[in-house]
């Protein structure tokens, strides 16, 4: 059964099933250059049950849950039309990611009784063009060749733009070339002619390719990013040996031909190609190895080389020893030091410690009066320092 009920002269009927069923709109508006592009933000809503009445529709912007903007609808759902509307300029949003969260106010009477309950929904989207959600294409070039790349599609793009690093364009090498700037390009990075290329990149390196999105009403988004390895990486690590020798060994054992220069008073031991070993007689030096890498190119790569750091010296003691004997003992205990003269004796009995005034390297104590068990001696000696010895007062 439909109930009729009359709300500012107009007439509503509502079913079961409060809600809102959708919310929908545009999920990367663009502002044009006038900032007068219309976005409209659409809620569906479900029957209402009993009697009950929309009384307002309010919708909030968010950007980094700070609220940015409030519209409210001017005409509420009904049966005969489910839905209400937000619109908004998107110019007078801020680019980038932005949340819309509606709500619903609904007046509800059963009887006599009357209350009003709340529906709320959010949507995300994102104001301007985003940045392309990725680069697919190799991950290394070598010298000399092309490679396509190709980005994914971005909503209300209209061209694409492609950035190259500038040290692939320096001192006359030929610069990379892009062919075309839309959603897939060929690049070319420069040819490694050995003289120049070694003077120019002494080892292999790398270089990040950028997109962005573009369009005349959104203007520029984001960038999206890949890195990309220029040739081959080499990598040397080192090993010290238990004899002190040190080995030096690449990551890569096809190159070819592989030439390591010595530094002064550095012996080479073994030599095998990818891997050396030195005795390096504790020096610290540089080693420079040159390479052919597999994609033709010849290159310098420079290691230093430290020794470890020497352990540190063990710490002076603070004192000089004291030995005591026999240990344990009934009525006397001998206290010998090994250099300093000793002063004084301080002894622990009960907790309480009594000084008992003695001079020379080797002294006696009477620990006849003390009880059975042990006791801690502080023993000071002619520079004033103190040493602390357990003693065993037997039965």
Known sequence: MRIAFFFLGMV??????????????????????????????????????????????????????????????????STAFPSATAQVLAGTLPTGSVQVSVRVKVFRQIGPNYSFVYFSRSLNFFVGLPAPTSITGASLICPGTSTVYTTATVANAQSYTWEVPSWWQVNGISGPIISGQGQSVNITVPFCDNSRFLREYPSPTYGVVKVKAVSASCGSGGYKQMTINVDYPLVISEVINGDGTLTLSANYTQFYPYIWSTPPNWEVVNNNGYMITYNTFGLEGQVVLRYQSLCGCVFDLAYNHYPPEPPPPPPPPCCELIQAFPNPASERITLRSDGKEIREVWVETDGQFQCVGLAGIEVALDISNLKPGPHILRIKDSNGKFQSLRIVKSR
């Open 12 to 77: 509503f009927f509502f079913q079961a099933n409060s809600g809102i069923n959708s919310l929908t709109g545009p999920v990367a508006p663009c502002p044009n250059g006038s900032n007068q592009c219309l976005v409209n933000y659409s809620t569906v809503l479900s029957g209402f049950g009993i009697v009950e009445n929309v009384v307002e529709v309010k919708w909030d912007f968010y950007q980094n849950t700070q609220l940015i903007k409030t519209v409210y609808s001017s005409s509420f759902p």
